[in-house]
T-cell receptor, first 110, second 115 residues
Framework: DAKTTQPPSMDCAEGRAANLPCNHS???????VYWYRQIHSQGPQYIIH???NNETNEMASLIITEDRKSSTLILPHATLRDTAVYYC???????????FGTGTRLKVLA | DADVTQTPRNRITKTGKRIMLECSQT?????MYWYRQDPGLGLRLIYY???????NKGEISDGYSVSRQAQAKFSLSLESAIPNQTALYFC??????????????FGPGTRLTVL
């Protein structure tokens, strides 16, 4: 599975969009980009995943560059409850394995 | 996710004791997993099971054993607990989707302290 690089921490003002970047320059053609978050010591929460196209659901949007070497998770209107560690994970179809790195610690400020 | 439950949520035990952590799910998924998380680190896979008769070791299985009692239940045992097994333990479930992806859904975790 491709390695990912994320900034260790970010701040975002409440009500503004939070844009969390992830670099995955060694991603291969059949590998998906997944995003999870972990609030305090709770279980990781699935947010979104994608292969090539941009994806949107009720929680967030995922923007994947055309060369697929990087992606951005967008929380359109961040709230204090979005304060968490966000993990970007790249994994191939047909594989069970998730490699959790250290993620980005997002702090939403009032 | 309320569909995946773990018991107990917190446990303090002593070195050498046998401990069992339990996981149940109502998602109807075939695949179940056990992870541990140490402070400031990502999750590491201990064991995984793709169905009731299929059990596999993960990257850090030494000192642990598992039992898949039913599709919905997957237990993790520490036969003789030691202090460096103090950690957060998470259970997860998934099902193979069209296209070969499977999205894992995690339980709330068990905080285990071994004195």
């Amino acid at each position: 599975d491709a390695k990912t690089t994320q900034p260790p921490s970010m701040d975002c003002a409440e009500g503004r969009a939070a844009n969390l970047p992830c670099n995955h320059s060694t991603i291969s053609g059949n590998e998906y980009v997944y995003w999870y978050r972990q609030i305090h010591s709770q279980g990781p929460q699935y947010i979104i995943h994608g292969l090539k196209n941009n994806e949107t659901n009720e929680m967030a949007s995922l923007i994947i560059t055309e060369d697929r070497k990087s992606s951005t998770l967008i929380l359109p209107h961040a709230t204090l409850r979005d304060t968490a560690v966000y993990y970007c994970i790249v994994r191939g179809s047909g594989t069970y394995k998730y490699i959790f790195g250290t993620g980005t610690r997002l702090k939403v400020l009032a | 996710d309320a569909d995946v439950t773990q018991t107990p949520r917190n446990r303090i035990t002593k070195t050498g004791k046998r401990i069992m952590l339990e996981c149940s799910q109502t998602k109807g998924h075939d695949r179940m997993y056990w992870y541990r998380q140490d402070p400031g680190l990502g999750l590491r896979l201990i064991y995984y099971s793709f169905d009731v008769k299929d059990i596999n070791k993960g990257e850090i299985s030494d000192g642990y054993s598992v039992s898949r009692q039913a599709q919905a239940k997957f237990s993790l045992s520490l036969e003789s607990a030691i202090p460096n097994q103090t950690a957060l333990y998470f259970c997860a479930t998934s099902d193979l989707a069209f296209g070969g992806t499977d999205t894992q859904y995690f339980g709330p975790g068990t905080r285990l302290t071994v004195l």
